[in-house]
């Protein structure tokens, strides 16, 4: 029988039949979502109080090839309190190339990993969720997740609500989800990033027409959270 992470790692796998420029930070539809989450992820650490960021611990939880930590780095964080993890070696060596030296870096199934209890002030995850379909993997991953964060920390989520009908790969995560994975009542959130395939169609006509029609909040796909553990 196939386990969950050797089915991960299959559907990544699978994903390498995926245009290769078509995420790209240099296509419009890529950058303008980009911007749009940065924005967002300022106002979160602002609506959080999660300053100073210097001294915040942070793990990444599927880190891929480490743009987001470079994203932490420039808004802040030290790369001395960062740790990254993936479950893919291609993508974790890409990151060791991308990232500072100081950055720590552990590769595998994250649920074999044995940090003590509370030790990060943020333990993130973006887009690895949605990957996972089995049930159980997710409680398990996020019963971690929970346990190794800090009282007065949180979990830092990013990703999308919603199935794709062409992806039988992936599968969207609510915001109902999220509150039943963490012993929490209320999850502070943003809505966010315009559907991609729409995306990607209007940003060819001219850039601008991303923020026109994320404008409407049905077309937005995708959630930021913080998910807040109590102090």
Request: glycine share 4%; with cysteine; net charge positive.
């Given at each position: 029988?196939?386990?969950?992470?050797?089915?991960?790692?299959?559907?990544?796998?699978?994903?390498?039949?995926?245009?290769?420029?078509?995420?790209?930070?240099?296509?419009?539809?890529?950058?303008?979502?980009?911007?749009?989450?940065?924005?967002?992820?300022?106002?979160?650490?602002?609506?959080?109080?999660?300053?100073?960021?210097?001294?915040?611990?942070?793990?990444?939880?599927?880190?891929?090839?480490?743009?987001?930590?470079?994203?932490?780095?420039?808004?802040?964080?030290?790369?001395?309190?960062?740790?990254?993890?993936?479950?893919?070696?291609?993508?974790?060596?890409?990151?060791?190339?991308?990232?500072?030296?100081?950055?720590?870096?552990?590769?595998?199934?994250?649920?074999?990993?044995?940090?003590?209890?509370?030790?990060?002030?943020?333990?993130?995850?973006?887009?690895?969720?949605?990957?996972?379909?089995?049930?159980?993997?997710?409680?398990?991953?996020?019963?971690?997740?929970?346990?190794?964060?800090?009282?007065?920390?949180?979990?830092?989520?990013?990703?999308?609500?919603?199935?794709?009908?062409?992806?039988?790969?992936?599968?969207?995560?609510?915001?109902?989800?999220?509150?039943?994975?963490?012993?929490?009542?209320?999850?502070?959130?943003?809505?966010?990033?315009?559907?991609?395939?729409?995306?990607?169609?209007?940003?060819?006509?001219?850039?601008?027409?991303?923020?026109?029609?994320?404008s409407l909040y049905f077309l937005r796909t995708h959630i930021l959270c913080f998910v807040k553990k109590p102090s």
């Amino acid at each position: 029988m196939v386990s969950e992470s050797e089915e991960i790692i299959r559907r990544y796998e699978r994903r390498k039949l995926i245009p290769e420029g078509r995420y790209s930070p240099l296509n419009a539809s890529t950058y303008m979502s980009e911007q749009e989450k940065e924005r967002a992820l300022i106002k979160m650490i602002k609506r959080e109080k999660l300053e100073p960021l210097g001294n915040k611990r942070l793990l990444e939880i599927g880190c891929g090839t480490g743009i987001n930590l470079l994203q932490l780095i420039r808004l802040g964080f030290q790369s001395s309190n960062l740790f990254a993890n993936d479950i893919l070696a291609e993508r974790l060596m890409e990151a060791k190339k991308r990232l500072p030296n100081q950055v720590s870096f552990f590769e595998g199934n994250i649920l074999n990993q044995n940090f003590d209890d509370e030790v990060f002030d943020i333990v993130f995850q973006s887009m690895v969720f949605s990957s996972i379909l089995d049930r159980d993997f997710k409680k398990k991953l996020a019963l971690k997740m929970w346990n190794w964060t800090k009282p007065g920390g949180g979990i830092l989520w990013y990703d999308f609500i919603y199935n794709n009908p062409r992806n039988k790969d992936v599968k969207g995560v609510s915001l109902s989800e999220i509150n039943d994975l963490f012993p929490v009542q209320n999850v502070n959130f943003y809505r966010l990033t315009l559907a991609p395939p729409i995306s990607r169609i209007l940003t060819k006509v001219h850039p601008i027409l991303y923020s026109v029609f994320s404008s409407l909040y049905f077309l937005r796909t995708h959630i930021l959270c913080f998910v807040k553990k109590p102090s």
